[in-house]
């Protein structure tokens, strides 16, 4: 039976002021105020991001050398900078670039800190070994060690992907491991055990579906840190390579003219702010709903 | 005491053989040839055969391992191509820079944080908690360059105030010091201060809870004493616990801070060891970083034993 028909019949056979667990926890979520705040900052980027052919459709790199530094305005809405490139659009392509990095790092991290985390939660044998290796990673300050990781591959794009990757994956995991030593020892699992389950039954049916809530929280909390860690690198020459426009390098270039043309620097700053916030606001939310043992009290 | 102490170090020795062979194996995965990467498009083979016996890229890599551990032992890193100079004492003139900024920042962000957290949780629920949470939201969310750079248009270019960047050590001149380190500082801090003040009032509302604290206050104790004595003193315990993260933290946030300010410490020398693959100084450097980042994590670890009799008494 497919989930939607098993959908349906629980649907028809409970009573009507029984709501399901998902849709009630949704609801929750829509009536709370942060998650509410977070979505609404966050989807004006990801609206951003995915219209980027429709709302700005000028070549974010094409010169335009006689119409440079035009402030925000009527002709430019968000100016030009030193060479006249529209500042719309090489903030709105930003926007896309950063909405891609952030959830690339996110899907790596969603399925290698999975992974690792359950190995070494489920798997007492496994636990030294990759926990030790997970403390070392995590000793490293992360924006060093992600230049370090760059400076092996080289800048690009790419590459700072897989260096932010390679810098949380390991924070993820440990927090995967933690949820999974806490299920291993519930009742239900040693059921599950006793019942002739094996390990991969367990893990993926009764283990990984309720250590998903902490870690969709962090998700979201990782996507912040993921656009802000990538506009730093960028910001440093050390992200995707001009032309290419993102955030850190639109600001790294428009920082020689911050006197005479403020807004090459400022309006990818507010667009970089109201990321970081909305993505911070969606974790706070999902957190209080979600996960109620770490909620900030109200 | 000293038995704690050793334990901890002991237990931060598989750490520190971790990070020293990923920071050995850095050079090594360079795709391709690093000594081509290194000396650029331009290098004659003879520079690049130079180069891989300067580096000793060209022995066995079971040689380079032990030569890397045998120059750890005796604190050579090996030789920075950019600075020319021995990465060990690069890094010595440059991480106290580093450090000086960090600990100024520091302090900016324990005393702002924990008295916004303090203050919030003790007016739970009034506009005051709601503003001091608003501006701990926009702390952790406003990316410190950007903060960076609105300061020094502001009170740099605008007011005059402050140099836009540059750097006077402490020794040299303390009010220098002040007037370059403030705005690096500051920037550099807010967003643990935002942080701090959000763990701190949680932490803070969790203790206030507690039926202690209802005795403390049933026995007719003041209730500055209650906050004071036994609320504070135990929501500072957890807290310490943090101070570790903040301090990697700041360490990390300082290399775009220290670029931005044009401050001499060890991210901008980082960054521009990465820029200019000037390897053996980025391995080298990131292994020290590191390693000092591990001793602040033992030291914390034994001032959090110290206040916590439970944990001492494991």
Same mark, same amino acid.
């Given at each position: ?8 019949? @629980? ?5 009507? +002021? ?6 009630? =926890? ?19 980027? @990801? ?9 700005? &459709? ?18 430019? #809405?968000?100016? +030009? ?25 996110? #899907? ?9 985390? /359950? ?21 490293? &300050? ?29 924070? =993820?995991? *440990? ?21 002739? /389950? ?33 506009? +730093? ?12 426009? +993102? ?23 507010? #667009? ?22 770490? *909620?900030?009290?109200? | ?314």
């Amino acid at each position: 039976m497919n989930s939607a028909a098993a959908q349906l019949e @629980l649907d028809a056979d409970v009573p009507e +002021t029984h709501v399901h667990p998902a849709r009630a =926890t949704l609801k929750r979520l829509f009536r709370h105020r942060l998650f509410l705040s977070g979505l609404g900052l966050f989807g004006i980027i @990801l609206a951003a991001a995915v219209l980027a052919p429709w709302i700005a &459709p000028t070549d974010p790199t094409k010169l335009a050398m006689r119409f440079k530094f035009r402030p925000p305005g009527s002709e430019f #809405a968000f100016g +030009t900078d030193n060479f006249g490139r529209s500042l719309w659009s090489r903030v709105i392509w930003g926007a896309q670039l950063s909405v891609i990095i952030g959830s690339s790092v996110v #899907a790596l991290n969603a399925v290698f800190g999975t992974l690792i985390g /359950a190995l070494a939660g489920y798997f007492r044998s496994l636990d030294n070994a990759l926990m030790r290796v997970n403390d070392a990673m995590m000793a490293f &300050p992360a924006i060093l060690l992600a230049i370090g990781i760059t400076a092996v591959l080289g800048p690009s794009t790419l590459n700072a992907i897989l260096a932010l990757a390679i810098v949380y994956v390991p924070r =993820t995991a *440990r927090i995967v491991r933690s949820s999974v030593i806490v299920l291993r020892e519930m009742e239900y699992v040693q059921a599950a055990v006793a019942a002739g /389950a094996g390990h991969w039954r367990i893990l993926r049916r009764h283990i990984l579906p309720n250590a998903m809530a902490p870690l969709i929280v962090q998700l979201s909390f990782l996507f912040a840190y993921a656009v802000l860690s990538e506009a +730093t690198l960028s910001f440093l020459g050390l992200g995707a390579v001009p032309p290419t426009p +993102t955030w850190g390098n639109i600001m790294a270039e428009g920082r020689q003219y911050m006197v005479e043309a403020p807004w090459i620097i400022t309006i990818p700053g507010i #667009a970089l702010m109201i990321t970081v916030m909305g993505l911070n606001l969606l974790g706070d939310g999902l957190r209080d709903v979600l996960d109620p043992r770490l *909620r900030i009290q109200q | 005491m000293a038995s704690l102490v050793l334990r901890r170090v002991l237990g931060a020795l598989p750490v520190l053989l971790i990070v020293s062979l990923i920071t050995f194996g850095m050079m090594r995965l360079i795709p391709g040839d690093p000594s081509s990467v290194i000396g650029g498009m331009s290098a004659t083979p003879a520079q690049l055969e130079q180069i891989r016996r300067d580096l000793g890229l060209d022995e066995p890599i079971a040689v380079q391992l032990v030569r890397w551990y045998g120059g750890l032992l005796q604190g050579n890193l090996g030789r920075s191509i950019l600075m020319g100079q021995d990465v060990m004492s690069v890094t010595l003139q440059r991480l106290p820079v580093t450090i000086a900024l960090s600990a100024y920042a520091l302090v900016i962000t324990l005393v702002l944080g924990l008295a916004s957290g303090i203050f919030a949780a003790l007016r739970q629920n009034t506009l005051i908690d709601q503003l001091a949470m608003m501006l701990a939201m926009l702390g952790i969310s406003i990316p410190n360059f950007f903060l960076g750079l609105l300061m020094i248009i502001f009170f740099a270019v605008q007011l005059g105030w402050l140099p836009t960047g540059g750097y006077v050590g402490f020794t040299d001149d303390p009010i220098g010091w002040l007037r370059t380190s403030t705005m690096p500082a500051i920037s550099l801090a807010l967003l643990q201060v935002g942080l701090l003040a959000r763990i701190t009032r949680s932490t803070m509302l969790e203790v206030l809870r507690q039926d202690y604290i209802r005795t403390a206050r049933a026995k007719g104790l003041p209730e500055r004493l209650v906050v004071m004595k036994h609320a504070l003193s135990n929501a500072l315990i957890p807290i310490t616990t943090v101070v570790g993260i903040i301090v990697s933290l700041l360490v990390s946030g300082s290399v775009v801070t220290e670029t931005l300010f044009s401050i001499p410490g060890m991210g901008q020398l980082l960054t521009q060891a990465v820029l200019n693959r000037d390897y053996p100084m980025v391995q080298g450097g990131l292994f020290l970083v590191t390693a000092f980042l591990v001793l602040i994590n033992i030291g914390v670890d034994v001032c959090y034993s110290l206040l916590d009799p439970r944990v001492r008494h494991e």
